[in-house]
């Protein structure tokens, strides 16, 4: 594939990265991160790989792979996934359509599991907002990501999408790779799963042949990741509840950084990864016989259905659905000490926002994030 056309969005390539990582070692922080992956050795340790990284693989197997698994190993209770073998049978690449919970840790575990089962990595779709810190950015394009522009004119937004969905397309038919990207723009902040519309419009954009043809050709797989407790959970409530109260929210500067940074130290209990099944060819010439925005819609239900199925219920999302209905319809899933766990937990999470929001009501939207799939699996 030539992606002449797409070096502004592109993923860096082996001489590209090389380059990239080599500036990235230079960074005064990099003594820091190194010893903090890797204890047992000196911390000039990560710069002098970083020096001698030749390749996007070997970046991914020698750095990537150690950072993930410290994650999985300090923070994470137990990781399981399942599905794989829908992967295996459909034996070309894909797009991977997942929910989206954590900014880093959603592509990011997910790409481990491919990567321990001997699978291709993906692709991975990211928002420019997280590209603000150079450094940043050349260690995000140095690790196979796709760069999707934000926060443009709606003339620009249509031209970017353009050229992203071309890009995606092209990636898929030609057999260069797989590519992952969220089921919607910004992390889910209340726990509802919910695909935009706009998204499957703009996979569309770049097809050239009938609606049907346009799905089937980039092989939509559905995913779901479930975590026991939700990474940034209390920043997220913290600003719905603004939103809700105001109208509006504004991030800080480096606010997408510190959820990063959350998100990565946080301890989430346990984690899940489900891979569903690919989108058929039935459900999409039955989604081509509705009228035009209709056809969407018909498709974002088939990939919602997928991920909520795929969702894994924790004893965290069950306790918060009798709390919030003052009830106990789910009280066999959970101990008393459970719940008193879980209390102590909401309690704690509630200390780190500021004190002029109102308690009750942040301590509502905070429950809402751990009770809304439960009631997304009831409404199925």
């Known amino acids: ?13 082996d001489e590209e990265a090389a ?3 080599a500036r990235v070692s230079l ?25 001698n990284i030749h390749t996007v693989d070997e970046f991914q197997q020698i750095v990537m792979s150690k950072a993930i698994q410290w994650v999985i190993d300090n923070t994470i209770t137990e990781f399981t996934y399942d599905g794989l073998e829908k992967i295996k049978a459909l034996g070309q690449p894909y797009l991977a359509m997942s929910n989206h919970r954590d900014i880093i840790l959603d592509p990011a575990l997910t790409q481990m599991v491919l990567f321990w089962n ?32 934000r926060g443009i004119s709606a003339r620009e937004l249509y031209l970017s999408s353009q050229v992203l969905s071309k890009y995606i ?51 939509i797989v559905p995913m ?44 989430k209990g346990h984690v899940h990864l489900h891979v569903g099944d690919p989108l058929t060819e039935e459900e999409i010439r039955e989604a081509s016989f509705c009228d035009k925005n209709d056809r969407y819609q018909s498709i974002r239900h088939a990939v919602d259905r997928r991920v ?13 659905y009798d ?22 937990y909401i309690a704690q999470q509630l200390i780190l926002a500021e004190s002029t929001l109102d308690r009750q009501e942040l301590r509502n939207e905070l429950l809402h994030i751990y009770s809304n799939p439960v009631e997304s699996k009831e409404n199925l």
């Not at 709390?323 to 102590?344: C, L, N, P, W």
């Open 27 to 51: 960074h005064p922080n990099v003594p820091w991160i190194s010893k903090f992956l890797f204890p047992d050795k000196p911390n000039t340790f990560l710069g002098d790989v970083l020096k």
């Open 1 to 13: 594939m030539d992606i002449t056309d797409f070096s502004d969005i592109a993923p860096f390539n």
């Open 118 to 149: 001997g699978l291709p990595e993906t692709q991975i779709c990211v928002g420019d907002n997280l590209l603000k810190h150079k450094t940043v950015e050349l260690l995000i394009r140095s690790n196979r990501m796709i760069k999707v522009i």
């Open 224 to 267: 779901s990741i479930s975590y026991e407790y939700e990474p940034c959970d209390i920043m997220k409530a913290r600003e719905t509840l603004i939103k809700r109260n105001t109208g509006s929210y504004v991030k800080g500067e480096d606010e997408d950084l510190q959820s990063i940074m959350v998100g990565i130290k946080q301890k």
């Open 308 to 320: 909520i199925q795929g969702y894994k219920l924790w004893k965290t999302n069950y306790m918060a």
């Open 323 to 344: 709390i919030v209905h003052q009830g106990a319809k789910y009280a066999s899933e959970y101990t008393r000490q459970d719940m008193e766990e879980f209390e102590g």
């Open 19 to 21: 380059a990239a990582l």
């Open 169 to 219: 397309r092209e990636t898929i038919t030609s057999g260069t790779g797989s590519v992952w990207i969220a089921q919607r723009q910004g992390r889910t902040k209340d726990g509802i799963d919910i695909t935009e519309q706009g998204l499957l419009k703009m996979v569309d954009m770049s097809g050239t042949k009938d609606f049907v043809q346009n799905f089937m050709e980039v092989h």
